[in-house]
């Protein structure tokens, strides 16, 4: 009786580890959603139909201080909107829903945060351009100088140009600053870039070849490719080339993070005897992505490297001595995960793959769809999303010895009991997270912590 009890009072502590959302209100007058912070407003949704808006400096009596990026989520029709000298934040893709409407964005003129520049919203410093209004007229536009920082998604679908000229002082492109210019034909990146985010140019349908200032220290361009300057690191291929197959240059010896991330294209990539390092995220999202030539140099594999790829087979190296956490997740197609023989630091059983001593479980393949799994009793430890969404599990039988339950190890599993050894002392983050299914958790007397939001969505307990 007394065990059931600390079970119940186990799973009612779960349950407050829920995230806890802010109180909404909403005003009548402005027709915005919003909570109070700081005794100031947060704005997180606009409900209007106003193509002039005009966002009010107060609310309920209190000064509006930051526009969450929701706000315009429903797509609100606005030509022209109008920033208070009060907003002290304007979080990055706030205006990325007003899709070919939005073509001014005004600031008071006392904000002292930020300001309006021909339309365009800079930080009141001009180090950082915060959005362009994607439905502003003209076909080229030339990026002020002293500006610095091009911030995540600025430039989001601003389709009308054909050109941007990038100033000289401009040295951070940030993560999907560029996207969907599906017109986009001529961008230079200029001599003093030093950094470029994840997917900067992510669907650019027709810029197919990149160019990199020759002085540029940190960068260079080989045949439309973003390499490192030295050309070791393949940063960026242009995703809306329409070949199938790809053959990485001599010389690159790391594919970069997201340097392939959504193409939808290619079916086959060719690793010269060079490329040793896969960085995270390289291929993911290559939907179409379901062969790897070359393989043999490989000696590490990164976090969700492949994630998303329509592999149905992929061999693990021998040389290969790190797979990191997710690297086939959501492969939906990948039924033979296997390991070359003469590998030294991995093992599939059964289609699982492990470490070498069995003592790790890594990965299991959603396309293998287990609706029961015994995990063997030398495991001690389950890998972060190790069973990530694997919908058809049902059941799994944890071994006493086994001492830790990764990140995110069962979330959007399938499972609807689980009963955790006494020997497990660790419950990672979200391990068992969005398991609807699940209905009964039996817990051990070892357990040390239990990670925040570990049964977050588990609607049957």
């Known amino acids: 009786m007394k065990r059931t009890v600390s079970a119940i009072l186990i799973v009612l502590l779960l349950l407050t580890l829920l995230p806890v959302a802010s109180i909404a209100q909403y005003d009548e007058q402005s027709r915005f959603y919003y909570y109070v912070e700081n005794e100031a407003v947060v704005l997180t949704l606009y409900s209007g139909s106003a193509e002039e ?4 400096d107060t609310i309920a009596n209190l000064p509006v201080a930051a526009i969450e990026a929701t706000t315009f989520s429903e797509g609100a029709s ?31 003129a006392d904000n002292q945060f930020y300001k309006s520049v021909e339309g365009v919203l800079f930080t009141k410093d001009g180090l950082h351009l915060a959005a362009y209004p994607s439905g502003r007229s003209g076909t080229t536009y030339t990026i002020p100088n002293g500006t610095e920082i091009i911030d995540d998604s600025a430039f989001f679908h601003a389709d009308n140009l054909t050109e941007i000229i990038i100033a000289q002082t401009v040295t951070e492109i940030e993560a999907f600053a560029f996207r969907l210019c599906s017109n986009l034909v001529d961008l230079i990146i200029p001599a003093g870039v030093e950094k470029i985010g ?3 140019f992510a669907e650019c349908f027709v810029l197919d070849n990149y160019v ?54 290619l079916n086959t990539v060719t690793l010269n005897s060079e490329v040793s390092v896969i960085e995270p995220y390289a291929f993911s999202g290559c939907s179409a992505l379901n062969s790897l030539v070359g393989s043999d140099g490989l000696t590490y594999i990164g976090d969700y490297a492949f994630q998303g790829c329509g592999y149905t ?13 997710g690297a086939f997740q959501n492969c939906m197609l990948l039924t033979a995960l296997t390991v070359d023989t003469e590998n030294e630091a991995y093992v599939i059983e059964n289609g699982v793959l492990f470490d070498k001593d069995i003592t790790e479980l890594v990965y299991s393949p959603q396309a293998l769809r287990l609706e029961y799994y015994d995990v063997p009793t030398t495991v001690v430890s389950i890998a972060d999303s190790a069973f990530y ?17 990764g990140d995110g190890a069962f979330s959007f599993s399938g499972l609807s009991s689980v ?40 609607q049957s307990i």
Not at 95 to 108: Q, S, T
Not at 242 to 262: C, D, H, R, Y
Not at 429 to 435: D, I, S, Y
Request: glycine content about 8%.
């Open 389 to 405: 969404q694997n919908t058809s599990l049902q059941s799994v039988n944890l071994p006493e010895g086994l001492i830790s339950i």
């Open 198 to 200: 994840r997917l900067a």
């Open 419 to 458: 009963a955790i050894p006494n020997s497990v002392v660790s419950i990672g983050q979200r391990a068992f997270a969005e398991c609807i299914q699940l209905c009964r958790v039996t817990f051990g007397t070892g357990l040390d912590s239990i990670g925040d939001y570990a049964f977050f969505g588990c």
């Open 313 to 325: 087979q992929f061999t693990i190296p021998k040389d290969v001595t790190h797979v990191g956490v």
């Open 212 to 265: 990199v200032a020759e002085e540029n220290t940190v960068y260079s361009s080989v045949d439309g490719l973003i390499l490192s300057a030295d050309g070791s690191t393949l940063h960026f291929y242009p995703d809306c080339r329409l070949s199938t197959s790809f053959v990485i240059p001599s010389g690159v010896t790391k594919i970069g993070s997201w340097a392939f991330g959504w193409n939808g294209m």
């Open 53 to 56: 808006l005009i966002i009010p």
């Open 78 to 108: 606005l030509s022209k909107v109008v920033i208070p000298s009060t907003v002290e934040y304007i979080e990055h893709g706030t205006f990325a829903p007003c899709v070919y409407d939005l073509k001014h964005i005004e600031v008071d």
